[in-house]
């Protein structure tokens, strides 16, 4: 950031003191040129207008800055990145920018249904005991339309978002089953709570988000409205982006899916716990020894990609199992070493190799069914651009003098031809 940009900065809390927005909206941009004037827009007609719009440009390579500079209202700050720093690093320069008691965040794709901030706040306003409120969200495509009603191809699911509201208990049993259903872009948080919890983990390239929500609810209940508050964008993506579905994606998602998955159990307390695992409890929960052992065997039936992934409840039973815990498995639950050394023969399906395999497979395929179709539409093309000449060279032909006087010989000629060849 310029000096420029700090100095601005600081005189604008200045007087800002007395006057603090009620809500911060949060908005970083790379390379989005052609959707951050429409996410702007949409956080400008909110009906709602109590905000402050933090900017920051993550060094875009297109014209995304021109864009941005383009609105000029006092409630927006824009700031620029003298480096490329990423989402991540970016997200949490915005946190210790915002001063509002609300904190918003929308990503630079996405659009705002002009109502959102309305009923969220309100919603915020009459229960102090939540520190988050959600909303459902669309999946809309290149061009802003939504897949719902053009019956587009999506690569996710696009109910993706839509879903019941549920205990924190609740929650964790659907990540855990699971995978994140939180969208980003439909939070409003309360500024106390991310205080308490901090910003993202960098440690957490692609799911940062997800974790995150696993480190708010561990601590506070969340409500989720349950209507789309937000229009949510899924493009084509660059096979090297971290949106893409490729191998190294896949790969990177479900090392940092074990992460969350083991930091959720391990720092779940007991009322929580027995909550979402219930169903799965061998014994009643009695003591922390007895915390303990019941969250050992949950881990061990966790499931990822349709593999039971043993890694991350060794990891566990190696972090955790103290000696009481040790006697408490042993008397209590008849689990004894030998039973441990005997789960240590499996750990080895951390990941489903196959189905790397298997994918690498069909993603060359379709890299080599891409290639063939292209190279087909070329030869076509090429085709009806030679019809389209011949076409004409025989209308100019026809209209000639030549072509028509010679009209009856080449009649004469067909039937002398049919007559020799017996027809």
Known sequence: M?????TRDIMKRCTMKDEQPKVSVLLSVHNHEDYVGAAIESVLRQTYQEWELIIIDDCSEDGSADVIRKY??????????EENQGAILIFNELLKKADGEYIASIDSDDIWYDNKLEEQIAYLEQHREMAACFSWAEFIDQAGDLYSITHKECDCDIRLFMHENRTQGQCFRYFFDNDNYLCRSSVVLRSNAVEEIGGFDPRFRVLHDYEYWVRLIQKYPIYLIQKPLVRYRRVSVDNNSLSAVNRKNVIRVINEHQMIV?????????TIFCDAFHDLLKKEVKSE???????????LRW???GVNNRQVALRYFHDCMDAEAMECLKQEYGYSWRDYYIEMEDTWQLYPLDFYKDYQTLEEIHANTDKAYTNLLGAFQEQGR????LTGEIHRISRTFSW?????????RRVFSRKRHGR
């Open 2 to 6: 310029s000096q420029a940009e700090i």
């Open 72 to 81: 000029q209202d006092d409630r927006i700050q824009f700031y620029q990145a």
């Open 262 to 270: 083991y930091n959720m159990i391990k720092e779940m307390d007991r």
């Open 289 to 299: 020894a007895h915390l303990i052992c019941e969250k050992y065997f949950v881990l």
């Open 303 to 305: 499931t990822m990609l």
């Open 386 to 389: 030679e019809m389209s000449r």
């Open 404 to 412: 028509r006087i010679t009209k009856p010989l080449r009649a004469a």
